[in-house]
């Protein structure tokens, strides 16, 4: 029963830590996914200034409601499974690395067809060049290819997912042992925890942008329906290089770290 209402507990923070983050995160991501869309724009003025000319104050918040029913979604299973899938895989492998390994993989397949189609939303709406409209013309593009609208992009959102959360649980373990090895203590303090965080969010940072970057132009609204990944790939690099790929990079660093901060100082706090 404990367990049980450990893992309700958590759920609902969860859920309430993802909502509230969001009245600030969602601008940095709207900035990121647009500058990502349109990887030609040469500085974060630019693409702020862009938003601004199309849509007004509103366009920050463009995708709003599906990215907040997402964020809800995700931080409310997230860390329910962090503490029980471990728990699962302690009784197969003694490895943390194996544990944190299999943890990731699992967290990732179960969600990834969950939260795919509210990403696409999202995506399409951020990208979209209107205020108003948005969803009107998504509603129109599912009419007669519902799922093929509804799950663009499902292949690199999973290999998003499965690097993003193995990164993330890798790390985060092993900086944990890290600093608990060095410092000769199970209890963290929250400085400790939150450079733990900052760490894992660069880290983050690093690996996950230009999968990001490629799944923002597979599935943002004027993308073409025959580009495949590898083509996205070729067509950012060939015309942008590295830097198309790192588009909005840090404002990606500055979400990674609020998004750790939140989930490093609070998982610990639920691991006791």
Do not use: C
């Amino acid at each position: 029963m404990d367990n049980y209402l450990v893992l309700m507990l958590a759920a609902g923070v969860g859920m309430a830590r993802g909502a509230l983050s969001l009245i600030f995160e969602h601008p940095l991501d709207t900035l990121k996914t647009y500058w990502q869309a349109h990887p030609s724009r040469s500085s974060l003025k630019s693409v702020y200034n862009e938003i601004s000319r199309l849509k007004g104050w509103r366009g920050f918040y463009s995708g709003a409601v599906p990215n907040v029913l997402r964020v809800m979604f995700k931080q409310g299973y997230r860390y329910p499974l962090m503490l029980a899938v471990p728990a699962l895989y302690g009784g197969f492998f003694d490895s943390v690395l194996m544990i944190s390994l299999a943890t990731g993989v699992t967290i990732a397949v179960l969600e990834v067809f969950l939260i795919t189609p509210l990403e696409r939303l999202k995506v399409w709406l951020m990208t979209f060049s209107k205020t108003a409209g948005g969803g009107r013309a998504f509603l129109k593009a599912m009419k007669h290819h519902t799922l093929a609208v509804l799950y663009k992009g499902l292949g690199i959102t999973a290999l998003r997912q499965i690097m993003s959360w193995v990164t993330f649980l890798v790390v985060h373990d092993q900086l944990i042992w890290s600093a608990r090895h060095t410092l000769g203590t199970h209890i963290l303090s929250l400085g400790m925890l939150l450079l733990i965080s900052f760490v894992e969010g660069g880290i983050n940072t690093v690996v996950i942008l230009p999968i990001d970057a490629v799944k923002t132009n597979l599935q943002k609204i004027n993308s073409s329906n025959t580009r495949t990944i590898l083509g996205v790939v070729r067509y950012i690099y060939s015309r942008y290089g590295i830097r198309g790929l790192y588009a909005g990079w840090s404002l990606r660093l500055i979400q990674y770290m609020i998004h750790s901060g939140f989930t490093v100082s609070l998982l610990e706090k639920l691991r006791g």
